[in-house]
Structures are given as C-alpha cells and as structure tokens.
C-alpha cells in the first residue's frame, strides 16, 4: 500500500498567463490579490521572468490572507522561500516554483501575495488586464499586514503566474485558454465574475466531477495562430497551461481574434491550429474540452466573410468528434431574433464580450462531469 504521501499531489489552483508588462522597476514592491480556486495544504507560488531581458531579483516575498482593501489578516502573513533561501534570482526567460509553506490555503479566497524586486532591469513580465485591484509601492513592504504603505493601485498581476495546493490524487484541474472573453473584458472588476469563476464556484459545491482547480490562462486580444496580444496560443500552451500541476482538461475557447482581424484566416487554418492544440495537450496526457465561438455582429470588424468562418469553425467544433467534451457557449448566449448577435440581455455593450450574466450562462453551460471524459 502506497504512502499517505504518494497519494497527494500539487494541483493549479490560481493561475494567468504571463505576457511583457513594461519596464521593470527596481526596489519596488507588489501586493498581488488572488482568488483561489481548490483548497489544499502546503501552497507554492510560481514567479515567472519569460519576457524579461535581464534577471530579476526578488529580496522578499510573503503570502498572507487579505482582510480588505490591501490589509491582512493579522498573523497570516508568512515569509516564502526559495530552495530555502529567502531571496531568489531568476534568469531571463525562466520561472523559479517556491518551496511549500506549512499550513492550509482555503478554497475560494482572497490570497495575498507580496513580492519585494530588489533588482530589476529592462522587461518586467506578468499579466495586463487582471480585472482585479492589486497595490504597489516604492521600497520593502512585503512583510507588512497593515495597508499604510500600499496606496498605489494597480490592475495588473507582476511576475506571479500560478498557485498550486497540495490536494488528494484524484483531484484536478481545468486550464482554460482563451482570450479576452476568458481575461473577464466587461465583467465586474474585483468581484470574480469571470466565467472562469463562476464554473469554479459551481465546481467547489459537490459538481460530482473530481475537477476542482482552476486557472484562468486568458489575455485580452490573444489569438491561436498568430502573435501580438500575448504569444499565440500555439506558442504559449506548454507554458500556460500544460506546465500547470495536476491540470487535467485543457478548455479551449479562443478564435474569434485569429478571424476579425481580416487578415484572411481560414476555417481550415483555424481548425489545424486547434488539432495542433489538441493532439499535444492529449500527448501530455490531458482531456481537450472546447466551446463554440460566440456570435460578434455589431461588432466593428463583423463582416459576412468572418461570420461564415465563425459559423464553419462551430460546426467542427460541434460534430468532429475531435473534442473530449464540447460546450455550446453559442447556442447558450446568442438571441433566437438574430443568430449572429449576443442575446441583448448577455450583451456587455459592445456586441463581443458577455457581461456578468453572460458569463454566469456560460459557466452554467459546461458539464463538469465531462471534464473527466477521457
């Protein structure tokens, strides 16, 4: 009989993907807020240099349980260590994983990480468009719980990438890649109403499904076949997603970028890129779940040409078979009037992007139980 120990693994339970963020700023601090996902014991973080030029030293770094606003918990912030050092360097285009810190992280809650970057230079790496208040302020402030230091605001998550918990073997997680739909564009900023979350709520309350972790890998404007907002997700898919611990299903929902850019992206394109992505994530051992693109007329890029790729790429999508599990995020959100339009009521204004209900209905529509399917 296996140990206690055998039988428990590290699961993803918070993660978003990396992308370039600026220039880099020395003796400076960052008090990232996270929501987590699966609850577990010995929790790590992940810190991540894959856009930067130069290294980039981290002189401390804590993680503690957010009260409100940018203040703590009193007590709960506690120093993280690196190969047990306290500081860590990490090389230009790397990513360093902490050591495990004793104790218990709750699912669904608020963790606060706090990074003091003693030396840093050129480009900093982390996530833009967090839909979440973070906080930074000159100098070492990570050890502190209080918020005096941390009046600046910030909306965007530096150099942290991911969180893990130690959870039981059958436990897992879904990585969902996408773009700025899956980032939460137009849900509610620092109320966790992407659809992401909402599915990791539903996911936390007896789903029946041994899927609990999730990590949201979306950016805003990101495509499958090409660069520029953030690596293609071709390019970044071992980084973002099948590097995470214990991710069983890859969600796919990501596409609509590649087809109203016009730049004459064809279903066929399309589709070979989303088999690139499925033939590696089942090569790593891992599901392939994948939802329909949602309709984007009133768009200002909409056209016949791209709705008849939208409409193509659906159908395979639908019917090839090619997929673990498939989620009709079209059918669940588009109106019965007009097909190639978000039903109004889903719509968050600008006819591309669900607002916080429509979020909620996509969420809603996936099984969790076919996030185990293969």
Known sequence: MGSGKASRHQVVTWGASADRLGPAAADRSYRLVVRTSVGGTHPRIRLSNAFGDRPVTFGSVY????????????????????????????????????????????????????????????????????????????????????????SERIGSWFYLDAVSVESGADTGAVVALGDSITDGWQSTSDTNRRWPDYLSRRLQSGSGSGVKGVANEGISGNKVLADGAGQSALVRLQRDVLSQPGVRTVFLFEGINDIKAHTGVTADQLIAGYRQIIDRAHAAGTCVAGGTILPFKGWSEFDAAGEAVRQEVNDFIRSSGELDAVTDFDKALRSPYDPERLLPVFDGGDHLHPNDKGMRVMADAVDPAKLDSC
């Open 63 to 150: 993680a503690g349980v957010r009260a409100e606003g940018a203040r703590l918990v009193p007590g709960s912030n506690r120093r993280i260590a690196f190969g047990g050092a306290r500081s860590v360097t990490v090389a230009p285009g790397d990513s360093v994983t902490s050591d495990p810190l004793p104790g218990r992280l709750a699912a669904q809650s608020d963790l606060v990480v706090s990074l003091y970057v003693s030396d840093a230079a050129g480009q900093a790496t982390g996530h833009g468009m967090a839909m979440q208040t973070s906080y930074t302020a000159a100098g070492d402030h990570a050890g502190e719980e209080g918020d005096g230091s941390w």
